[in-house]
């Protein structure tokens, strides 16, 4: 790759082991730099690709000179950080993440945060658990913050362990083992069995206040300014997709899914995501494509107004 070009087309790595086709337009323009922002990737990926996350790294700076941005590398090394992915468990990541930000003096006066796929769930913890530093705002690129059930396609490099976390998803996923050795399972949704996943679920059902109520989680995200989240349209890769504006499917059954106003999170505020809409704070966005799929036009027209 040498640099980026007009006609040039690169082909990222991102998320639940999905290839983005990203087609780069060059930007030409004077931003000054303003807060730092971190990175959080997804599942199958790592924080310094460079034909995933280290070429949005780029893209980001180079769109806007100056900024500071981060990649999180989950481990000591890119493999271990791929690895955790599939095999650490979420608490213990989001814990690491939440010291390395604590002691990073260049995000003392806060910061942007952006998840692509799995990170952005991730990121939402770190900002109902880590309130220092202060998050602003949240951009979610294709999360799933109701969880899934399912896991329909995952291609590429991969495959083969998808294929194995599939078999252990449907063989038992809220068993101890499963749940503290397989990251998807921490936030396996299980809409045929709602009190299996509320009592065993040991990350989704209890950053999504699925047990009781945590006034301090609760408290900590209406502190962002913004809580962006990222519909793609096309998703083949998310089941459901609607879990990517925070809806799901309604219980008891798995077909009929339920937007977030409509679903009992919002109607009891136990989130605090009634307030922050009211507020202006929730911010829908969609686009046309697979998972983690879009254009640098449409990343610069639509993300990075957040970001300046």
Not at 144 to 160: A, D, F, I, T
Request: charged share 20%; aromatic share 10%; proline share 4%.
């Amino acid at each position: 790759m040498n640099g980026f070009k007009m006609t040039t087309r690169i082909r990222l790595l991102l998320g639940v082991g999905t290839l983005l086709f990203l087609v780069v337009i060059p930007f030409h323009g004077s931003v000054s730099a303003t807060l730092p922002l971190v990175l959080w990737h997804g599942m199958g990926d790592s924080c310094c690709n460079p034909l995933s996350m280290g070429a949005i790294k780029k893209m980001i700076e180079e769109a806007i000179p100056g900024i500071n941005v981060q990649s999180l590398m989950i481990g000591k090394t890119v493999v271990q950080d791929t690895e955790n992915g599939f095999f650490m468990d979420v608490n213990e990541q989001v814990d690491m993440v939440c010291s390395q930000l604590s002691q990073d003096s260049k995000l003392a006066s806060g910061y942007n945060a952006m998840g692509f796929s799995q990170g952005g769930q991730f990121l939402r913890a770190v900002a109902q658990r880590c309130p220092s530093p202060p998050m602003k705002t949240l951009i979610s690129v294709g999360g799933q913050h109701q969880g899934v059930y399912g896991l329909p396609r995952c291609p590429g490099e991969s495959s083969l362990i998808c294929d194995w976390i599939r078999k252990k998803l449907n063989s038992g996923a809220y068993t101890d083992l499963v749940q503290k050795h397989l990251v998807q399972a921490q936030y396996w949704h299980d809409p045929l069995n709602d009190d299996l996943y509320k009592k065993y679920s040991l990350f989704l059902a209890d950053i999504n206040q699925e047990r009781v109520v945590n006034e301090t989680y609760k408290k900590n995200l209406q502190m962002l300014d913004r809580f962006v989240m990222v519909k793609f349209l096309q998703d083949t890769v998310v089941d459901p997709v609607d879990t990517e504006w925070f809806g799901f499917l309604k219980m008891g059954q798995a077909k009929e899914t339920e937007t977030l106003q409509e679903s009992v999170l919002y109607k009891e505020d136990r989130l605090g995501l009634a307030a922050m809409e009211a507020a202006g704070k929730l911010h829908f966005l969609a686009s046309e494509g697979d998972h983690l799929q879009f254009t640098e036009k449409w990343f610069n027209e639509n993300i990075l107004p957040y970001l300046r």
